[in-house]
Structure formats: structure tokens, C-alpha cells
């Protein structure tokens, strides 16, 4: 795989920036910037970054960094750092300068493992498509989530929505997700969960305070309603334990697919932000195991699958749902990439270029 050069990996922070800034938060895009002005003060750090191989963006690496310094903020060690996240100043370059100087080694060891957002909010877009399904055959549904980091959006369904005019999910949760809706609402179609179980290969545990904090630490400081929801969404794991198994995605999905699903039971192979990670060979392999059990999907056991990803492009995240026995694919939706806004087509909105396991 290609290594990057020193310009083109510094330069995955200004783009990241960027991004950051184009979603809402001006916070991360100066903490990004700052990093990449002052990144050569961790040498460990830097030379990580230096000796990337493959995709900065897709592996999420100026994420990383920041998650490791929001973690480094919230322990309250660096206190000019602590202030700055706290929003008491808005030395950006002082701060960042002296947590990359004097925190390198954490810094570089953080890198070490991928973002796990675990963002519930896009259980707004999960649900939707679930509701769409259910509408054209009603069935309880079989979750198997890959990628599924602590497991939150498996509770999908004790969370509160509210989508456009449409109201979904348990009204009365302290999880409630209101995305902006664009578009016609989605149908009114009641979703029930038979089952619900998930793999990544780190999973974290709503009931370890480490793996709690390192959640949080990937949430963005300047939209605290996010670390809101996802404190209220650990709670209800701690007293809804999701079923996450820590394996490979590939190997797992084929032992999930090997076993015949009860009749009545629509089985849902469900991932968000997750295909990025994976290289091209296991997507590929997924994809045709997937297509594969859809071959002998029937209208009494049927087979989705639902994805929220980023485009080949990385133009756009969309909502594509393929259905078997049909073999019917399409993108419902196009969003946010947290969630904090859906625009809507429905079954209407047929396949088309995009498929981010296309490369």
C-alpha cells in the first residue's frame, strides 16, 4: 500500500478541518489546524502519521489525534488544554503545542485503535429503513450489526425519534433523536426487534469507565447535546447489556448467515461507517456473502441489508438498503455523517453510482 509523504499526511488534517468545519464544528476544524502547525513537537506522533499506509481520511487518522487530545482535555492534567475545551480561552496553538510536546507517547498509542463514535443518532436513519421494510412486509426483525463498537444503536429500538411528522421507538426513553428531517416523512410502520447481536473487532463495554470515556472522547467538545445522548444511551446499555461479539466482521457474518433464521423473521445485516475500515479484498468478500444467503432468501425468511457509508467518493453518506428474495437495492436516504440531519427518498430513490464497496 502507499506510504505518504510528510506534506500529503500533514495535509489529511487541513482537509479533515475542513470537513469538520462543514458539519458544524468549528471547535475540531482549529484543534485540527493547530495540530497540523504544531504536529512535528510529537515526533512519535508525527512519524505515525508520516508512515501512514493507505487512506488518512478513510482510517479517520486526524480523528484519532483529536480524540486523544480531547481524552488528554476531559482528565484535566494540561490544564491550558482543559481550558481551551472548556471554551475559557482560544489559544489553539499554545494549548495543542504543549499537549502534542508533552503527551506524544499517549498520543501515538491512542492512534493505535480506530474512531468508535458509536453515534446513536444515526439509529434516526437504521430505524427509518426499518420502518420502510416493515411497511412492505410486516415481520419482526433479526439485527446483526457489524462494526458494532459498544453495541448502543443494537438498543436502537429503546430510543426515542422523532422524524419529520412521523414519531418511532420508545416515547418515553431518555435517548431521544431528532435529526433535521428533509423530505416526505417515512412510513408510520411499527418496528419490532426479535433479536439483536453485533461484532467489532475491539469491542468497548458500556460498564468500563475507560471504554465509557473513550467513547466520549470521540464525541466533539463544541456539541455537548452529543455526549448527552451517548451518556443517556451507556445508561441504558449498562441496564440493556447489548450482545457484541469481538471477532473478525467477515468470519462472524458468516457464521450468523449459516444459520437458518426462524420463519417470520426478517433478518437485517446492518453497518454504519464501518466499510471505510475494511480493506478492499473483506468488503468485496462481504458483499458477496451477503448476496449469496440473499440467493436463498425467501418471502418467509427474508434477507436486508442496510448501510449507512460514505460514497466511493466520499461525496456523500447515503442510506442504501438492498432486500432479498427481490434483490432490490436502493438509496433511501442521503444524511449526515452523525446524523444531525436525513433527507429522505424512500424505496423511490433507486440504485445508483455510489456504492462505497464499488472500488
Known amino acids: 500500500m ?3 509523504a510528510r506534506s500529503d499526511a500533514s495535509h489529511a488534517f487541513v482537509r479533515q478541518a ?3 468545519r462543514s ?3 468549528s471547535f475540531v476544524a482549529s484543534v485540527l489546524e493547530a495540530v497540523h502547525r504544531q504536529l512535528s513537537l510529537a515526533p512519535r506522533t508525527c512519524e505515525m502519521v508520516r508512515t501512514w499506509t493507505g487512506d488518512p481520511a478513510a482510517a479517520a487518522v486526524a480523528l484519532r489525534v483529536n480524540g486523544a487530545l480531547h481524552a488528554l482535555a476531559r482528565r484535566g492534567n494540561l490544564q491550558h488544554l482543559t481550558d481551551l475545551y472548556r471554551g475559557e480561552h482560544d489559544d489553539f496553538d499554545g494549548s495543542i503545542a504543549e499537549a502534542l510536546a508533552q503527551e506524544d507517547a499517549f498520543i501515538a498509542d491512542w492512534m493505535r485503535y480506530p474512531t468508535q463514535t458509536n453515534e446513536v443518532a444515526r439509529g434516526a436513519a437504521i ?5 420502510a421494510i416493515a411497511e412492505l412486509r410486516p415481520m419482526p426483525f433479526e439485527l446483526l450489526e457489524l462494526g458494532a463498537s459498544c453495541g448502543l444503536n443494537l438498543n436502537l429500538g429503546r430510543y426515542a425519534y422523532h422524524l419529520g411528522g412521523v414519531r418511532a421507538g420508545d416515547i418515553s426513553s431518555a435517548v431521544r433523536i431528532r435529526p433535521e428531517w428533509r423530505g416526505e416523512d417515512p412510513p408510520m410502520a411499527p418496528v419490532a426487534i426479535a433479536a439483536a447481536r453485533g461484532v467489532d473487532l475491539s469491542p468497548l463495554s458500556a460498564d468500563d469507565p475507560s471504554h465509557r470515556e473513550r ?3 470521540f464525541t466533539w467538545a463544541d456539541q455537548p447535546a452529543r455526549s448527552q445522548r451517548l451518556e443517556a ?11 457484541v461479539h469481538k471477532g473478525d466482521a467477515r468470519l462472524w457474518l458468516a457464521q450468523r448467515l449459516a444459520d437458518r433464521q426462524p420463519e417470520g423473521v426478517c433478518r437485517a445485516v446492518v453497518h454504519t461507517m464501518f466499510l471505510q475500515y475494511l480493506g478492499e479484498r473483506d468488503r468485496r468478500d462481504i458483499a458477496t456473502m451477503i448476496a449469496a444467503a440473499g440467493a436463498g432468501a425467501t418471502a418467509e425468511r427474508p434477507l436486508v441489508e ?7 467518493d466520499r461525496r456523500e453518506v447515503q442510506l442504501r438498503c438492498t432486500r432479498w428474495p427481490e434483490g432490490e437495492s436502493a ?6 455523517p452523525y446524523g444531525d440531519w436525513v433527507e429522505w427518498r424512500g424505496f423511490g430513490g433507486r440504485d445508483r453510482a455510489g456504492d462505497p464497496r464499488a472500488g
Not at 444511551?233 to 450482545?243: D, F, Q, S, T
Not at 442496510?306 to 466511493?312: K, N, S
Open 2 to 4: 502507499k506510504m505518504l
Open 18 to 20: 475542513e470537513n469538520c
Open 23 to 25: 458539519t458544524g464544528s
Open 127 to 131: 430505524i427509518s429503513a426499518l420502518m
Open 215 to 217: 467513547l466520549l472522547s
Open 233 to 243: 444511551a451507556l445508561e441504558i446499555a449498562v441496564a440493556h447489556p447489548p450482545r
Open 306 to 312: 442496510i448501510g449507512l457509508e460514505w460514497t466511493a
Open 331 to 336: 438509496v433511501l436516504a442521503t444524511c449526515h
